[in-house]
């Protein structure tokens, strides 16, 4: 069972479901219920058309389940609406569907949670964890947010901000390895730079492109992980980087800064350091400076203060770690390498431990693990 294949033609039959009549909330169940069915007869009876067989069973999935009157009355309409056997379209309506979730309606909390949902495929525990909130909370928010765009019509396309919001958490959740879907928010991306021309969107292009170059050194050949000062910049995807600055330089050239260019252009100094101990990290918090007037965003402040304890040594780090929340992500990590850096290896190997027990993944649990085992085995 091909469950990239699935997931890649889950946006496609969602959208022409929505385009024959079905709301959003009945057409993603239906779809939901089409994609178990693939999952229990495709290994055994594989179909010729993927797309089309998908579709035709999500249409008839959502017409079994249309229960109110007015619905059933147009039940015959419906029926005649019935795709035809054979291939289904092959455009592409992805992209057209994230910007239908995001309705003006909705806040764009909700509008970047159902998308990433219902269109990007993550779960309802991986949205929660990128948003910082329990996961139950998050379940409410969509719940409320398919109960809302049940009861409207999508001629009304929401905006950019939201469908950049979107796209960015996709490429996250894709490039930390839970979900292989940082590809598929690039192509999403170049799709939208071609028809929108604005700096943010090239931004977000941009650090997507810097970002991806490095994945190939990002996991050892055992699947453990990489830190970035560890990495094997040979393996670094030089005509990505090139382009993603390219890119960059031509949207800060239009001086609209927004928070997407200030996030490439940090990563574009990481990946113009020949080796880790020429980074420019100095001008590294300059950008986080600037970030953090963008954004105020407490992860923007984790990570200044990784970049301040580079820059201006562990201690000057930790002072800045010092007025930051605690239970923030990743909070343990970073206290635990500056008290490496800063030459305190029983501090920091408890915390590295600490951290381990708090980490979002596997791969991520491991590397921790075996931080502190290697100081503790030093003392």
């Given at each position: 069972?091909?469950?990239?294949?699935?997931?890649?033609?889950?946006?496609?039959?969602?959208?022409?479901?929505?385009?024959?009549?079905?709301?959003?909330?009945?057409?993603?169940?239906?779809?939901?219920d089409?994609?178990?069915?693939?999952?229990?007869?495709?290994?055994?009876?594989?179909?010729?058309?993927?797309?089309?067989?998908?579709?035709?069973?999500?249409?008839?999935?959502?017409?079994?389940?249309?229960r109110?009157?007015?619905?059933?009355?147009?039940r015959?309409?419906?029926?005649?609406?019935?795709?035809?056997?054979?291939?289904?379209?092959?455009?592409?309506?992805?992209?057209?569907?994230?910007?239908?979730?995001?309705?003006?309606?909705?806040?764009?909390?909700?509008?970047?949670?159902?998308?990433?949902?219902?269109?990007?495929?993550?779960?309802?525990?991986?949205?929660?964890?990128?948003y910082?909130?329990?996961?139950?909370?998050?379940?409410?928010?969509?719940?409320?947010?398919?109960?809302?765009?049940?009861?409207?019509?999508?001629?009304?396309?929401?905006?950019?901000?939201?469908?950049?919001?979107?796209l960015?958490?996709?490429?996250?959740?894709?490039?930390?390895?839970?979900?292989?879907?940082?590809?598929?928010?690039?192509?999403?991306?170049?799709?939208?730079?071609?028809?929108?021309?604005?700096?943010?969107?090239?931004?977000?292009?941009?650090?997507?492109l810097?970002?991806?170059?490095?994945?190939?050194?990002?996991?050892?050949?055992d699947?453990?992980?990489?830190?970035?000062?560890?990495?094997?910049?040979?393996?670094?995807?030089?005509?990505?980087?090139?382009?993603?600055?390219?890119?960059?330089?031509?949207?800060?050239?239009?001086?609209?800064?927004?928070?997407?260019?200030?996030?490439?252009?940090?990563?574009?100094?990481?990946?113009?350091?020949?080796?880790?101990?020429?980074?420019?990290w100095?001008?590294?918090?300059?950008?986080?400076?600037?970030?953090?007037?963008?954004?105020?965003?407490?992860?923007?402040?984790?990570?200044?203060?990784?970049?301040?304890?580079e820059?201006?040594?562990?201690?000057?780090?930790?002072?800045?770690?010092?007025?930051?929340?605690?239970?923030?992500?990743?909070?343990?990590?970073?206290?635990?390498?500056?008290?490496?850096?800063?030459?305190?290896?029983?501090?920091?190997?408890?915390?590295?431990?600490?951290?381990?027990?708090?980490?979002?993944?596997?791969?991520e649990?491991?590397?921790?693990?075996?931080?502190?085992a290697?100081?503790?085995?030093?003392?």
């Amino acid at each position: 069972m091909n469950e990239v294949l699935l997931r890649n033609l889950t946006p496609s039959v969602l959208a022409i479901l929505v385009r024959r009549g079905a709301d959003f909330a009945a057409a993603e169940d239906a779809v939901q219920d089409a994609l178990v069915e693939a999952v229990r007869v495709w290994p055994a009876d594989p179909p010729r058309d993927p797309k089309g067989w998908l579709v035709t069973v999500a249409w008839r999935r959502f017409l079994d389940t249309v229960r109110a009157d007015a619905a059933r009355r147009r039940r015959e309409d419906l029926v005649n609406e019935e795709p035809a056997p054979g291939p289904a379209p092959a455009a592409d309506d992805t992209l057209r569907l994230y910007f239908l979730c995001a309705h003006p309606s909705l806040t764009p909390s909700s509008a970047v949670a159902l998308t990433l949902r219902a269109v990007g495929g993550l779960t309802t525990r991986q949205i929660a964890r990128a948003y910082l909130v329990p996961e139950a909370t998050m379940a409410q928010r969509i719940s409320r947010a398919k109960r809302t765009v049940s009861r409207l019509r999508f001629d009304q396309p929401g905006d950019v901000a939201t469908v950049l919001r979107v796209l960015y958490l996709v490429f996250n959740e894709g490039y930390s390895g839970d979900v292989d879907l940082a590809a598929e928010a690039i192509r999403l991306t170049r799709q939208l730079a071609a028809v929108i021309d604005h700096p943010e969107v090239a931004g977000l292009l941009a650090l997507m492109l810097l970002h991806h170059a490095r994945r190939a050194a990002r996991t050892a050949p055992d699947g453990s992980l990489v830190p970035l000062a560890e990495q094997d910049r040979g393996r670094w995807d030089t005509a990505s980087i090139a382009e993603g600055v390219a890119i960059l330089q031509a949207a800060l050239a239009r001086d609209r800064l927004g928070e997407f260019q200030a996030q490439a252009a940090i990563a574009a100094l990481h990946a113009d350091a020949p080796t880790a101990e020429e980074t420019d990290w100095v001008q590294i918090v300059e950008w986080y400076d600037e970030l953090t007037h963008l954004t105020d965003s407490p992860i923007v402040r984790l990570n200044r203060a990784v970049a301040v304890g580079e820059a201006d040594g562990p201690r000057a780090g930790l002072a800045a770690l010092a007025a930051l929340d605690a239970s923030l992500p990743r909070h343990t990590a970073v206290a635990a390498y500056l008290h490496e850096r800063d030459g305190d290896l029983a501090t920091a190997a408890r915390l590295y431990a600490e951290a381990a027990q708090k980490a979002p993944n596997l791969a991520e649990r491991d590397h921790l693990t075996r931080q502190a085992a290697r100081l503790n085995a030093r003392r």
